[in-house]
T-cell receptor, first 110, second 111 residues
Protein backbone atom coordinates (compact mmCIF):
# COMPACT_ATOMS: atom_id res chain seq x y z
CA UNK A 1 0.00 0.00 0.00
CA UNK A 2 0.86 3.66 -0.12
CA UNK A 3 3.46 4.97 2.34
CA UNK A 4 2.99 8.37 3.99
CA UNK A 5 5.87 9.95 5.85
CA UNK A 6 5.81 13.17 7.80
CA UNK A 7 8.69 15.28 8.97
CA UNK A 8 9.87 16.37 11.38
CA UNK A 9 8.39 13.93 13.91
CA UNK A 10 8.77 16.47 16.72
CA UNK A 11 9.07 20.22 16.70
CA UNK A 12 9.44 22.76 19.50
CA UNK A 13 8.88 26.40 18.63
CA UNK A 14 8.98 29.67 20.45
CA UNK A 15 5.71 31.56 20.25
CA UNK A 16 5.76 33.80 17.20
CA UNK A 17 8.05 31.58 15.14
CA UNK A 18 7.21 30.12 11.74
CA UNK A 19 7.40 26.46 10.72
CA UNK A 20 7.00 24.12 7.77
CA UNK A 21 5.70 20.58 8.11
CA UNK A 22 6.18 18.11 5.28
CA UNK A 23 4.20 15.12 4.06
CA UNK A 24 5.67 12.74 1.47
CA UNK A 25 3.63 9.99 -0.15
CA UNK A 26 4.80 7.10 -2.26
CA UNK A 27 2.08 6.92 -4.92
CA UNK A 28 -0.52 8.99 -6.75
CA UNK A 29 -3.38 10.24 -4.60
CA UNK A 30 -6.95 11.36 -5.19
CA UNK A 31 -7.28 13.32 -2.00
CA UNK A 32 -5.08 14.82 0.68
CA UNK A 33 -6.11 16.42 3.94
CA UNK A 34 -4.26 18.06 6.81
CA UNK A 35 -5.59 17.70 10.36
CA UNK A 36 -4.70 19.05 13.78
CA UNK A 37 -5.35 16.69 16.67
CA UNK A 38 -5.98 18.53 19.91
CA UNK A 39 -5.04 17.16 23.36
CA UNK A 40 -8.53 15.62 23.71
CA UNK A 41 -8.10 13.56 20.55
CA UNK A 42 -10.38 15.53 18.25
CA UNK A 43 -9.15 15.72 14.67
CA UNK A 44 -9.79 19.18 13.30
CA UNK A 45 -9.85 19.77 9.56
CA UNK A 46 -7.25 22.23 8.39
CA UNK A 47 -7.13 21.78 4.62
CA UNK A 48 -8.55 19.57 1.93
CA UNK A 49 -5.85 20.00 -0.70
CA UNK A 50 -5.28 17.30 -3.33
CA UNK A 51 -3.30 19.87 -5.34
CA UNK A 52 -2.43 23.55 -5.37
CA UNK A 53 -2.17 26.09 -2.56
CA UNK A 54 -4.67 27.25 0.04
CA UNK A 55 -4.49 29.72 2.89
CA UNK A 56 -6.54 30.12 6.02
CA UNK A 57 -5.35 32.84 8.37
CA UNK A 58 -1.91 32.00 9.72
CA UNK A 59 -1.97 28.59 8.06
CA UNK A 60 -1.35 27.71 4.46
CA UNK A 61 -0.75 24.49 2.57
CA UNK A 62 0.69 23.47 -0.76
CA UNK A 63 0.43 20.10 -2.46
CA UNK A 64 2.60 19.21 -5.45
CA UNK A 65 0.89 16.03 -6.54
CA UNK A 66 3.30 15.31 -9.39
CA UNK A 67 6.21 15.29 -6.95
CA UNK A 68 4.22 13.50 -4.24
CA UNK A 69 4.51 15.87 -1.34
CA UNK A 70 2.54 18.44 0.61
CA UNK A 71 3.67 21.23 2.93
CA UNK A 72 1.85 22.88 5.81
CA UNK A 73 3.06 26.33 6.84
CA UNK A 74 2.33 27.79 10.24
CA UNK A 75 3.22 31.44 10.69
CA UNK A 76 3.40 33.45 13.93
CA UNK A 77 2.77 30.30 15.97
CA UNK A 78 0.69 30.45 19.13
CA UNK A 79 0.52 28.09 22.10
CA UNK A 80 -2.89 26.95 20.89
CA UNK A 81 -1.19 25.54 17.78
CA UNK A 82 0.35 22.81 19.95
CA UNK A 83 -0.74 19.28 19.19
CA UNK A 84 -0.18 16.68 16.52
CA UNK A 85 -0.52 17.45 12.83
CA UNK A 86 -1.46 14.66 10.44
CA UNK A 87 -1.69 14.43 6.72
CA UNK A 88 -4.02 11.80 5.28
CA UNK A 89 -4.20 10.59 1.69
CA UNK A 90 -6.52 8.50 -0.40
CA UNK A 91 -4.60 6.51 -2.98
CA UNK A 92 -5.61 6.87 -6.63
CA UNK A 93 -7.53 3.99 -8.13
CA UNK A 94 -10.83 4.37 -6.32
CA UNK A 95 -9.78 2.65 -3.14
CA UNK A 96 -11.74 4.89 -0.72
CA UNK A 97 -9.15 3.88 1.85
CA UNK A 98 -7.39 6.65 3.68
CA UNK A 99 -3.84 6.31 4.95
CA UNK A 100 -2.58 8.63 7.67
CA UNK A 101 0.97 9.77 8.12
CA UNK A 102 2.78 9.25 11.41
CA UNK A 103 2.24 12.86 12.43
CA UNK A 104 4.31 15.82 13.57
CA UNK A 105 4.07 16.65 17.26
CA UNK A 106 4.31 20.41 17.69
CA UNK A 107 4.91 22.18 20.97
CA UNK A 108 4.77 25.96 21.03
CA UNK A 109 6.28 27.48 24.15
CA UNK A 110 5.60 31.01 25.41
CA UNK B 1 -25.15 21.94 10.85
CA UNK B 2 -24.37 19.50 13.66
CA UNK B 3 -21.05 17.71 13.48
CA UNK B 4 -20.24 14.04 13.68
CA UNK B 5 -21.30 12.51 16.97
CA UNK B 6 -20.00 9.34 18.57
CA UNK B 7 -21.33 7.42 21.52
CA UNK B 8 -20.29 6.48 24.05
CA UNK B 9 -17.29 8.78 24.58
CA UNK B 10 -15.60 6.48 27.09
CA UNK B 11 -15.92 2.78 27.68
CA UNK B 12 -14.25 0.22 29.93
CA UNK B 13 -14.65 -3.45 29.05
CA UNK B 14 -13.14 -6.74 30.15
CA UNK B 15 -11.20 -9.12 27.94
CA UNK B 16 -13.49 -11.50 26.10
CA UNK B 17 -16.47 -9.16 26.09
CA UNK B 18 -17.86 -7.48 23.01
CA UNK B 19 -18.54 -3.81 22.38
CA UNK B 20 -20.64 -1.74 19.98
CA UNK B 21 -19.76 1.85 19.13
CA UNK B 22 -22.08 4.25 17.35
CA UNK B 23 -21.48 7.09 14.92
CA UNK B 24 -23.95 9.62 13.54
CA UNK B 25 -22.60 11.46 10.49
CA UNK B 26 -23.20 15.03 9.44
CA UNK B 27 -26.67 15.40 7.98
CA UNK B 28 -26.60 14.58 4.28
CA UNK B 29 -23.30 12.71 4.39
CA UNK B 30 -23.53 9.16 3.08
CA UNK B 31 -20.02 7.89 3.72
CA UNK B 32 -18.83 6.81 7.15
CA UNK B 33 -15.31 5.58 7.89
CA UNK B 34 -13.87 4.12 11.07
CA UNK B 35 -10.31 4.37 12.36
CA UNK B 36 -8.37 2.99 15.28
CA UNK B 37 -5.69 5.12 16.94
CA UNK B 38 -3.10 3.62 19.27
CA UNK B 39 0.24 5.01 20.44
CA UNK B 40 2.11 2.17 18.78
CA UNK B 41 0.31 1.88 15.43
CA UNK B 42 -0.94 5.40 14.88
CA UNK B 43 -4.17 6.00 12.98
CA UNK B 44 -5.30 2.95 11.04
CA UNK B 45 -8.23 2.57 8.69
CA UNK B 46 -10.82 -0.01 9.74
CA UNK B 47 -13.59 0.19 7.12
CA UNK B 48 -15.72 2.54 5.10
CA UNK B 49 -19.45 2.41 4.38
CA UNK B 50 -21.40 4.22 1.73
CA UNK B 51 -25.17 3.88 1.38
CA UNK B 52 -25.21 0.82 3.66
CA UNK B 53 -22.48 -0.98 1.67
CA UNK B 54 -18.97 -1.64 2.87
CA UNK B 55 -16.71 -0.29 0.14
CA UNK B 56 -13.36 -1.02 1.70
CA UNK B 57 -11.80 -2.69 4.69
CA UNK B 58 -8.45 -2.33 6.41
CA UNK B 59 -6.20 -5.06 7.71
CA UNK B 60 -8.01 -5.98 10.89
CA UNK B 61 -9.19 -9.40 12.07
CA UNK B 62 -12.77 -10.53 11.58
CA UNK B 63 -13.53 -9.63 15.21
CA UNK B 64 -13.95 -6.08 13.93
CA UNK B 65 -17.15 -5.55 12.01
CA UNK B 66 -19.47 -2.74 11.14
CA UNK B 67 -22.68 -1.77 9.47
CA UNK B 68 -24.49 1.28 8.23
CA UNK B 69 -28.19 1.98 8.46
CA UNK B 70 -30.49 3.61 5.94
CA UNK B 71 -30.21 6.94 7.80
CA UNK B 72 -26.38 6.73 7.35
CA UNK B 73 -25.75 6.13 11.05
CA UNK B 74 -23.08 3.51 11.54
CA UNK B 75 -22.06 1.07 14.21
CA UNK B 76 -18.90 -0.90 14.69
CA UNK B 77 -18.62 -4.00 16.79
CA UNK B 78 -15.60 -5.67 18.31
CA UNK B 79 -16.10 -9.18 19.63
CA UNK B 80 -13.90 -11.15 22.02
CA UNK B 81 -12.03 -8.07 23.17
CA UNK B 82 -8.27 -8.24 23.68
CA UNK B 83 -6.04 -5.92 25.68
CA UNK B 84 -4.57 -4.65 22.39
CA UNK B 85 -7.97 -3.34 21.33
CA UNK B 86 -7.63 -0.51 23.82
CA UNK B 87 -7.59 2.54 21.61
CA UNK B 88 -9.29 5.70 20.51
CA UNK B 89 -11.87 4.81 17.84
CA UNK B 90 -12.63 7.62 15.45
CA UNK B 91 -15.46 7.94 13.01
CA UNK B 92 -15.44 10.25 10.00
CA UNK B 93 -18.19 11.26 7.62
CA UNK B 94 -18.07 12.68 4.13
CA UNK B 95 -20.44 13.33 1.27
CA UNK B 96 -19.00 10.79 -1.16
CA UNK B 97 -15.81 9.65 0.56
CA UNK B 98 -13.54 12.60 -0.21
CA UNK B 99 -13.16 15.38 2.40
CA UNK B 100 -13.67 13.79 5.80
CA UNK B 101 -14.94 15.28 9.05
CA UNK B 102 -14.18 13.49 12.30
CA UNK B 103 -16.16 12.93 15.44
CA UNK B 104 -14.69 13.30 18.95
CA UNK B 105 -13.93 9.59 19.23
CA UNK B 106 -14.70 6.79 21.66
CA UNK B 107 -11.91 5.90 24.06
CA UNK B 108 -12.07 2.17 24.77
CA UNK B 109 -10.12 0.59 27.60
CA UNK B 110 -9.93 -3.20 27.82
CA UNK B 111 -8.87 -4.62 31.19
Amino acid sequence: GIQVEQSPPDLILQEGANSTLRCNFSDSVNNLQWFHQNPWGQLINLFYIPSGTKQNGRLSATTVATERYSLLYISSSQTTDSGVYFCAVEQSGGYQKVTFGTGTKLQVIP
Amino acid sequence: KAGVTQTPRYLIKTRGQQVTLSCSPISGHRSVSWYQQTPGQGLQFLFEYFSETQRNKGNFPGRFSGRQFSNSRSEMNVSTLELGDSALYLCASSLYGAEQYFGPGTRLTVT
